[in-house]
């Protein structure tokens, strides 16, 4: 049983020809890169939690999922939530990627269809025990971190946070571990939040240049994801100048409406409201 939910796991999507029949909408904004190199900062919302980030010379690309559907691949199809609305940008429009982060093994954060086309030579870093599901893809520079480990990538030094979530990707795989990163360059401060509940697990970070943070699927799985109020608040907790939602209008994953989570989340901002850099799919910033 566990080497047959392992085996569901670790798909390719190379055979999955009926997901292509059924394609969700374009999105209404397209990044333009022409000025991507000249950023010291700037980033792009590529979909869910699928964050094209610049940060003083490296492009980072957080959790790329890129597919029509994600989860378990039987045999032609995806068993899985599908995309409602398109990736801002195809695997093949990426620019050139200098580090993947990869947050945790859950299907809608870690796309195996998506990873097997992305170049090998690409480092990546990930959580603790989650590594076995990229190396067998053929990337060859796969750091794993525990919560409080550090480790550097160019001129980045990236740091895993405890987040309070979980990690198992097929139910049985329960050693699997789930992060936050913390990005740092000589002159920014990024906070890539992963999927967490509310926690005050970041308030020891200081202040950050960006927060990129979740604010849907919450209904009824408050246990796993904050509301967009607690998000905000997280992001007050590391004194965030800016703030990215993200893991809100890409897939139905939960029970709120659709377009609740960035409601609310600009509510909650008020008249802060330029803080929120980024509200729909494949707007970058700055734009």
């Known amino acids: 049983m566990l080497r047959v939910a392992d085996r569901l796991g670790r798909g390719r999507g190379r055979t999955r020809l009926l997901d292509h029949l059924s394609k969700p909408p374009p999105a209404k904004f397209k990044p333009d890169l022409t000025n991507w190199k000249n950023h010291s900062l700037a980033a792009a919302w590529l979909g869910h939690a699928t964050i094209l980030l610049r940060i003083d010379g490296q492009t980072v690309l957080t959790d790329p999922v890129l597919f029509s559907k994600v989860g378990i691949g039987l045999g032609l199809i995806t068993a899985g939530p599908q995309r409602l609305i398109a990736p801002a940008l195809t695997v093949r429009e990426l620019p050139p990627i200098d580090l993947l982060l990869i947050s945790h093994a859950h299907f ?19 959580a603790h025990h989650v590594g076995d599901l990229i190396r067998d893809l053929g990337f060859n520079n796969v750091t794993e971190l525990k919560w409080g480990e550090s480790t550097t990538a160019g001129n980045l030094t990236i740091t895993a946070r ?71 608040a997280m992001a007050d907790h590391v004194r965030a100048r800016h703030i990215l939602p993200m ?3 890409t897939f139905r994953l939960s029970h709120e409406p659709l377009h609740e989570p960035i409601d609310r989340l600009m509510r909650a901002v008020g008249e802060a409201s330029e803080r929120i850099i980024i509200r729909e799919v494949g707007q970058q910033w700055p734009s």
Do not use: C, M
């Open 108 to 126: 809608d954060h870690l796309d195996r269809p998506t990873l097997a086309r992305l170049p090998k030579t690409i480092p990546v870093i990930t």
């Open 162 to 232: 405890a987040v309070k979530h979980w990690g198992a990707r097929t139910f049985h795989d329960q050693h699997r571990g789930f992060n936050a990163f913390l990005i740092e360059s000589p002159d920014r401060r990024v906070l890539y939040g992963g999927d967490t509940a509310y926690q005050e697990l970041f308030k020891d970070i200081g202040p950050v240049d960006l927060a990129i943070l979740g604010i849907g699927a919450y209904d009824p799985y408050i246990a796993a994801h904050a509301t967009p109020e607690q998000a905000l």
């Open 247 to 249: 893991h809100h209008s």
